[in-house]
Nanobody
Framework: QVRVSESGGGLVQAGGSLRLSCAAS????????MGWFRQAPGKEREFVAA????????TYADSAKDRFTISRVNAENSVYLQMDSLKPEDTAVYLC????????????????????WGQGTQVTVSS
């Protein structure tokens, strides 16, 4: 049974920073990419950032570019999301996901391309 667990969420003032962590373990884990999504109350879940295991190719949503940085530690099956210059509109539950296949050289952005999900960690940015 594959498990994906996130940590690092919390309450921060606008302009502040948070670092989210995610680790995958268990089962016959074959990771092609890991990604972060977020879901705000009353809104659809949306893509934030992703990284390929091999080569470290990254991709970001426009809302995350220049403020968020995704990184990975392959040996730990872990991925991190450094979030700087946080805004109130970044408030959401942040979920980590694992993709076992990556059809293109870019890490996947669609939820349907991810196989395993964590429960999420709450990020609240106050104004």
């Amino acid at each position: 049974q594959v498990r994906v667990s996130e940590s690092g969420g919390g309450l921060v003032q606008a302009g502040g920073s948070l670092r989210l962590s995610c680790a995958a373990s268990g089962g016959s884990l074959n990771i092609a990419a890991m990604g972060w999504f977020r879901q705000a109350p009353g809104k659809e879940r949306e893509f934030v950032a992703a990284v390929r295991r091999n080569g470290g190719i990254v991709t970001y949503a426009d809302s995350a570019k220049d403020r968020f940085t995704i990184s990975r530690v392959n040996a730990e099956n872990s991925v991190y999301l450094q979030m700087d210059s946080l805004k109130p509109e970044d408030t959401a539950v942040y979920l980590c996901a694992v993709a076992q296949r990556s059809i293109t050289w870019q890490p996947p952005k669609l939820q349907s391309e991810y196989d395993f999900w964590g429960q999420g960690t709450q990020v609240t940015v106050s104004s």
